[in-house]
């Protein structure tokens, strides 16, 4: 299992997260395994951490990479690039 880390600042989180409701379907068909965690900053709410459980490493660089991804990005609000990053679970 792959992880898609996003960090970033958005203007106004409200408006954010209605675009990213509303993008759960190019997230599944890009292959999102459906887990998700959504988290803000206790400091600054418009800072919102993302983590998405992805079905292999290579769905998840091709839909940071998609057009549908940076519509998505802009419309929602986002300030800057998003920090992306992959994670994998590391064995305990």
């Known amino acids: 299992m792959i992880y898609l880390?996003?960090?970033?600042?958005v203007e106004d989180y409200a408006r954010w997260k209605e675009g990213f409701d509303n993008h759960v379907a190019a997230r599944q068909a890009g292959g999102a395994t459906g887990e998700t965690y959504v988290m803000r900053n206790v400091d600054d709410p418009n800072d919102i951490t993302v983590v998405l459980?992805?079905?292999?490493?290579?769905?998840?660089?091709?839909?940071?990479?998609?057009?549908s991804l940076q519509e998505a990005i802009q419309k929602a609000g986002v300030i800057g690039?998003?920090?992306i990053r992959f994670l994998e679970a590391a064995s305990t």
């Open 5 to 9: 880390y996003f960090r970033q600042i």
């Open 53 to 67: 459980g992805w079905s292999d490493l290579a769905k998840a660089i091709a839909f940071t990479r998609s057009i």
């Open 81 to 83: 690039s998003p920090e």
